[in-house]
T-cell receptor, first 115, second 115 residues
Framework: GENVEQHPSTLSVQEGDSAVIKCTYSDSASNYFPWYKQELGKGPQLIIDIRSNVGEKKDQRIAVTLNKTAKHFSLHITETQPEDSAVYFCAASAHGSSNTGKLIFGQGTTLQVKP | ETGVTQTPRHLVMGMTNKKSLKCEQHLGHNAMYWYKQSAKKPLELMFVYNFKEQTENNSVPSRFSPECPNSSHLFLHLHTLQPEDSALYLC??????????????FGPGTRLTVT
């Protein structure tokens, strides 16, 4: 079955710097890759996603890149702010005519942005 | 707020108790999910419902019993739990599984402690 590996497990950056979190997946049939942000005491919040028919997607300070050949995708946060501090999860899902809705999550990255 | 609510937010129960977790979504979705989030582990999918029908049971022990009376409500009935079942239980919803819309939206979770 699908397996998603996420690195690093913790990341500390200075405010204003960029942060990059990387994930690899095992199932070549995966075609949907969301990223979630989870703040303390809250559920995961979808922040950006990408489908396999594009290589990059950007939304203000966050961007996601996808390399289907290498089976990895990354989250990029630029001009980090203290409120970006949270746990970030990547996930992969196979979607198509037999979509099961099954998301396989990475282990999470705790991002700390120091003022 | 994501439009997905969960009650209670916190629950402490003994191993012989019976309790239920409730989830409600106000997004007009037709697919609903239960996930388990334990410390140091990735989110684990437990159950998937699509138009009130269970489509996925991820080898969950029978002491967890889901119920989906309609597309807006999802329950998780708990009985004779073990201490290792202590975790954050997250509910999520999405458009129906054949819609091509894979985005899942999470509730805030129920923090369960089994004593």
């Amino acid at each position: 079955g699908e397996n998603v590996e996420q690195h690093p497990s913790t990341l500390s950056v200075q405010e204003g710097d960029s942060a990059v979190i990387k994930c690899t997946y095992s199932d070549s049939a995966s075609n949907y890759f969301p990223w979630y942000k989870q703040e303390l005491g809250k559920g995961p919040q979808l922040i950006i996603d990408i489908r396999s028919n594009v290589g990059e997607k950007k939304d203000q300070r966050i961007a996601v890149t996808l390399n289907k050949t290498a089976k990895h995708f990354s989250l990029h946060i630029t001009e980090t702010q203290p409120e970006d501090s949270a746990v970030y999860f990547c996930a992969a899902s196979a979607h198509g005519s037999s979509n099961t809705g099954k998301l396989i999550f990475g282990q999470g990255t705790t991002l700390q942005v120091k003022p | 707020e994501t439009g997905v609510t969960q009650t209670p937010r916190h629950l402490v129960m003994g191993m012989t108790n019976k309790k239920s977790l409730k989830c409600e979504q106000h997004l007009g979705h037709n697919a609903m999910y239960w996930y388990k989030q334990s410390a140091k582990k990735p989110l684990e999918l437990m159950f998937v419902y699509n138009f009130k029908e269970q489509t996925e049971n991820n080898s969950v022990p029978s002491r967890f019993s889901p119920e989906c009376p309609n597309s807006s409500h999802l329950f998780l009935h708990l009985h004779t739990l073990q201490p290792e079942d202590s975790a954050l239980y997250l509910c999520a919803s999405s458009q129906d599984l054949s819609s091509g819309r894979s985005e899942q939206y999470f509730g805030p979770g129920t923090r369960l402690t089994v004593t």
